[in-house]
């Protein structure tokens, strides 16, 4: 497999809609997640875009001749000692071609330029390949809560908190 060539940059205003539709899609298509998951991560994307600009928090996308592969967000907590990720995907087709690491490096660079002391993050227990990633970059899981909204054939997800000290 050959790599693909992609930049990974600020998101624009606009592109908001790209990443609700883009998990709203994702999550449906790969673990049956329905409507109440994908009105989630639209809020979040949709609350950022419409914030003033904290220079503390940004958004990314990665593009791919022009078309939008995939994104991350980071996001401030109410402790201004703690950052969040949050909204990081990739699509599909673009995965094991480094956008991932590239999207979570971006974001590492400004949580750490930012002083930032401890990230968290939520995932989901089915989120294998996701969670191998994090457990990479040096996240711990903390603590678990059961979900049973997200699934529409009633699974039971499990959501995770996971935490890096830095």
Not at 59 to 79: P, R, S, Y
Not at 105 to 111: E, G, N, S
Not at 119 to 128: E, G, P, R, S
Not at 147 to 165: A, C, T
Request: hydrophobic share 40%.
């Amino acid at each position: 497999m050959s790599m693909i060539n992609f930049i990974v940059r600020p998101y624009k205003k606009g592109e908001e809609d790209f990443i609700a539709e883009a998990h709203e899609r994702v999550y449906l298509e790969e673990y049956n997640w329905g409507p109440e998951f994908g009105n989630y991560a639209k809020q979040i994307a949709y609350d950022f875009a419409a914030a003033p600009k904290n220079p503390r928090e940004d958004m990314w996308v990665a593009e791919v001749n022009n078309n939008l592969a995939g994104c991350i967000m980071l996001n401030e907590t109410k402790d201004p000692k703690t950052a969040q990720l949050r909204l990081f995907l990739v699509e599909k087709e673009y995965r094991k071609n480094k956008v991932g690491s590239a999207l979570t490096k971006i974001f590492m660079d400004k949580v750490r330029e930012c002083g930032y002391e401890k990230i968290i993050l939520w995932t989901a227990n089915i989120l294998t390949i996701a969670r191998k990633h994090y457990g990479k970059m040096g996240f711990r899981y903390v603590e678990g809560i059961s979900n049973n909204s997200w699934s529409l054939s009633g699974q039971k997800i499990i959501e995770e908190k996971w935490e890096m000290k830095l």
